[in-house]
């Protein structure tokens, strides 16, 4: 009885800990860790007082990013906006939804200062259960969900961030796809120049050699 006590007390001591890191905002170091070059950035936003502005703040802060005022020298995270669907995954006998999956989903821009910008989405997916006698109560639930899903939301952009340290490198914000649009359409341009210059100089040859057709 005693050992088994113990194994309690060691069990509920380390969920303990673990709900107190993750309380703080500690997190493992890992690949999705904000570059060094976003340690100072600013945050706009479709609506500076949502709940997703807030929780994208703590997060920041969390992170040790800077929080400052928009700046053309300064990298700028950019919240665009957000939804929430919903659709029914299964219905009582009488036809009431009975079980209802939420999608999430926010919507951002990152621009760093020399390199451009990119547009990026996210999405958190959440499944509850509908009880039509107690309205009150899964409202409250709903409200706290959405919340919670907001709050993964905001994780999930700050690791989307970290994964911006490749274009960082690269030092371009476009995709491999975009690239090669740009390459495909500046090889173009280059040889629409070429073929011009060739027709004029034929074109002035050709304005030389008149007056000696003419005697």
Known sequence: MRLFSLSSIKLTSVVLAAT???????HLR???????ELDTMSLTSYDQYSTLTRMMQAQLRMNDVKIVPPASNVANLHLLGESVDERTLSLYQNTR???KELTYQAAYRVTIPE?????????????YLDNPLTALAKSVERDMIEDEMRKLAATQIV?????????????????GQELDKQKALERAQSKEQYQIQTIE???N???????ELEQ
């Open 159 to 175: 690791r989307q961030m970290g994964r911006l340290k490749a274009d960082l490198e690269a030092g371009t914000m476009l995709t």
């Open 201 to 203: 100089n034929e074109t």
């Open 97 to 99: 939804a009975a079980e």
């Open 30 to 36: 890992g690949d999705y860790s904000i570059p060094e």
């Open 115 to 127: 390199l451009g910008s990119r547009q990026f989405s996210t999405s958190v997916t959440r499944s």
């Open 20 to 26: 107190l890191l993750s309380g703080c905002g500690f």
């Open 205 to 211: 040859s050709i304005d030389l050699e008149q007056p």
